[in-house]
Nanobody, 124 residues
């Protein structure tokens, strides 16, 4: 079984910064983490992609966060980070970690997993 555990959310004033973390762990052996990304969902809105990073390090960002957010990975720790700078009230949402992971069960199985979400609130 794979778990994605997020941390780092909270309340911050407009213009402030936060750093989100998402660590992947499995009861079996992780063969490869193909993709890690962050989505967010605000009240009454659909979940949307914020940023993603492939196993090769290629990144992708929503237009609304380009230049303000930075996604990065620590391959040794199976962890993805999202640095949120210059936060705006419209960034308020629950942020979810998402990852496509291949594990040995014992044959390789590739599935997509979600974290439980972490609340980010931007307010004065």
């Amino acid at each position: 079984q794979v778990q994605l555990v997020e941390s780092g959310g909270g309340l911050v004033q407009p213009g402030g910064s936060l750093r989100l973390s998402c660590a992947a762990s499995a009861s079996g052996r992780i063969a490869n983490i193909n993709y890690m990304g962050w989505y967010r969902q605000a009240p009454g809105k659909e979940r949307e992609l914020v940023a993603s990073i492939t196993s090769g390090g290629r990144t992708n960002y929503a237009d609304s966060v380009k230049g303000r957010f930075t996604i990065s990975r620590d391959y040794a720790k199976n962890t993805v980070y999202l640095q949120l700078n210059s936060l705006k009230p419209e960034d308020t949402a629950v942020y979810f970690c998402n990852s496509e992971i291949t594990t040995f069960q014992p044959m390789p199985v590739t599935l997509t997993y979600w974290g439980q979400g972490t609340q980010v609130t931007v307010s004065s």
